[in-house]
């Protein structure tokens, strides 16, 4: 196989794979290494999970491209006031001066998450602390889908799309993990320019169709992903054409239909980002490959409630 780390992602006879969306953030404060970690604890094998880069180009897990007073605390421990800083226009340590553990419940975003433990003195990890963290013998079955977050602001800009490519490429390799690690992104233009520059890693391409709306509170990616005008039966085609290995739909969006298109031209699937019981189980019904989920308890125990898991039993 071309890129063996696939095989973490494929589902097989009696295992649908399950990966923790950005950790779990349902439980713990999203992007964290103290989410990551409780995911890995509780059995996931697959973490999703957000990078970009600071001004002095350092590669950081973060969602937004702003620091979000909903989810963000000055120094004093305060919500942000006033403007929103941009994760590019600071420096790494610029950015270690705020306090990224717990949500505002009085925001909008803060509401969606009420079960979210609230952490202080937590700050935006370097996706090399988490490699770092992964490199553990006890961490090895552990893989990874590194979503690299396009700017919206600076789509015409192919140099700043490359350099951010190019960051994000150099400290998976420095940290030896290409082989558990899938470049993934709803900008396809980006995710050419990884598979141009590490050919070794996988391409995921999310899509999400126009007619479903984007989640409250937070960056939505649809203006960079270029699906507008196309039908779900559209997609796995296209994701094949562009040499893509995986297809990440949002949830709403998948059919029988499109899934059996997806499996006839060789893409593994994961859906995002599955959290309400009923969904779950709809998503095991179709039989994708990967559910992605702030709460993976939730699937694991409807996956058991069926007689399934989300590993084999050789990674048990």
């Not at 295992?15 to 713990?28: K, P, W």
């Not at 553990?101 to 509401?111: F, I, K, R, T």
């Not at 520059?197 to 984007?214: D, G, K, R, V």
Request: with cysteine.
């Amino acid at each position: 196989m071309k890129h063996p780390q696939i095989h973490a992602f494929s589902g097989q006879s009696g295992v649908i794979r399950l990966a923790g969306h950005r950790g779990a953030r349902g439980i713990l404060p999203e992007n964290t290494l103290e989410g990551f970690e409780f995911a890995i604890n509780s059995g996931v094998g697959l973490l999703e999970l957000d990078v970009t880069a600071t001004r002095d180009r350092v590669v950081v897990i973060t969602h937004n491209h702003r620091l979000t007073r909903s989810m963000i605390r000055d120094r004093d421990g305060n919500w942000l006031q006033g403007e929103e800083p941009k994760v590019s226009g600071l420096t790494y340590a610029e950015l270690q001066q705020y306090d990224a553990g717990g949500l505002d419940s009085n925001s909008a975003y803060g509401q969606r998450f009420p079960d979210q433990a609230f952490l202080s003195g937590v700050r935006i990890p370097r996706l090399s602390e988490l490699l770092k963290l992964l490199q553990q013998p006890k961490h090895q079955n552990v893989h990874l889908l590194l979503e690299v977050k396009s700017d919206p602001d600076l789509l015409a800009d192919t140099a700043a799309r490359q350099a951010l490519a190019e960051a994000v490429v150099a400290d998976v390799r420095a940290a030896d993990m290409q082989l558990r690690t899938v470049l993934h992104s709803f900008d396809w233009n980006l995710l050419a320019d990884c598979q141009r520059l590490a050919p070794e890693m996988p391409a995921s391409f999310l899509t999400q169709l126009p007619e479903n709306a984007a989640d409250v509170g937070e960056d939505s990616s649809k203006e960079v992903n270029p699906v507008a005008g196309c039908s779900v039966l559209d997609l796995p085609a296209r994701v094949a054409a562009a040499n893509g290995q995986f297809w990440c739909p949002y949830y709403r969006d998948i059919t029988a239909d499109a899934l059996a298109l997806a499996k006839n031209l060789g893409l593994t699937t994961m859906v995002w980002t599955v959290n309400e019981p009923g969904d779950i189980e709809h998503m095991i019904d179709l039989g994708v490959d990967v559910i992605c989920s702030d709460y993976p308890g939730r699937v694991q125990h409807l996956l058991l409630k069926r007689g399934l898991h989300w590993l084999p039993e050789a990674e048990r």
